[in-house]
């Protein structure tokens, strides 16, 4: 069976003796949608693939062999060492063409601050334990803060929630942790940017765990020690949705956000 997953089911449309339009009424999608599969202009979900082989009338070997196509095609890990083969600066590039398609972005983030808000002096501090060359640092560097330019395009929506604990984490000097926090003021004042910070003290319903973004409805990036996790199955972007929403719920936002950060602020200052 081909790799193509549109192109094999094309083939097993086409052996069937199916119109196109047939298999996608059967299939309760748009015709658009199935040529978009088939041609390989979109990635299906494994729900997708199996209404559509329902549809064509497949057997079940030939069901199970696509389905798990589907699955793997839909989440994807990279270990972080083939990114720093790769070169960071060029995954900083990657992120920013996503970025750069996308209407809202959804980030939860329990580690560290949300690169677009980012200062210099941060970024060098997270990728300094990535052995990297002065060289391939300066340009990691200089193509995440080349991304932050996102932020200032009105059209776009930003919703960006963060811990306490990412605030207090002491990974430069108390001075440029305040410039760092100042930062985070800063940027939370553009209207098209709302940031949530969840205190210690708030009453949680689950546990933060590992930082991820929401790209739409149509893509979730997850990062784990040893990897990025990408995904674009709609039920388990449904499930980072629903995360994000509840710790939205349990944020401080807006003018009380930003006294809580100047307080910190204030006292790495003092």
Same mark, same amino acid.
């Given at each position: ?21 047939? @298999? ?23 729900? !997708? @693939? ?6 064509? %009338? ?26 720093? #083969? ?95 926090? !100042? ?14 910070? @969840? ?16 790209? !739409? ?14 995904? #674009?199955?709609?039920? !388990? ?25 100047? %307080?910190? #602020? ?5």
């Amino acid at each position: 069976m081909t790799s193509n997953i549109g192109a094999a089911l094309r083939e097993l449309r086409e052996a069937s003796g199916k119109e196109a339009k047939a @298999v996608a009424r059967s299939a309760a999608m748009s015709a658009s949608k199935l040529s978009r599969i088939e041609t390989g202009k979109a990635t299906p979900a494994v729900m !997708d @693939v199996e209404r559509i082989l329902t549809a064509i %009338g497949v057997s079940e070997e030939v069901r199970a062999e696509l389905s798990e196509v589907a699955r793997k095609a839909a989440t994807e890990a990279v270990a972080w060492r083939l990114y720093r #083969r790769m070169g960071f600066a060029q995954h900083q590039d990657a992120i920013g063409a996503v970025e750069a398609e996308t209407q809202t972005q959804r980030l939860f983030q329990p580690s560290c601050m949300p690169g677009l808000v980012q200062t210099p002096e941060y970024v060098r501090a997270i990728l300094a334990r990535k052995n990297l060359t002065e060289e391939m640092l300066s340009r990691t560097v200089g193509a995440r803060l080349e991304r932050q330019r996102v932020l200032y395009q009105a059209e776009k929506a930003f919703r960006f929630i963060i811990t306490e604990s990412v605030l207090r984490w002491r990974l430069l000097s108390p001075p440029e942790i305040a410039m760092q926090l !100042d930062r985070l003021i800063a940027v939370s004042r553009l209207p098209n940017v709302w940031i949530g910070v @969840v205190p210690l003290s708030a009453a949680m319903g689950e546990v933060p765990t590992s930082s991820f973004v929401v790209y !739409d409805s149509r893509l979730v990036i997850v990062e784990i020690p040893h990897a990025e996790i990408t995904t #674009r199955e709609p039920r !388990d972007i449904e499930v980072y949705l629903a995360k994000f929403e509840r710790f939205a719920d349990v944020s401080l936002t807006g003018d009380d956000m930003r006294a809580f950060v100047a %307080g910190i #602020r204030d006292e790495f200052l003092r």
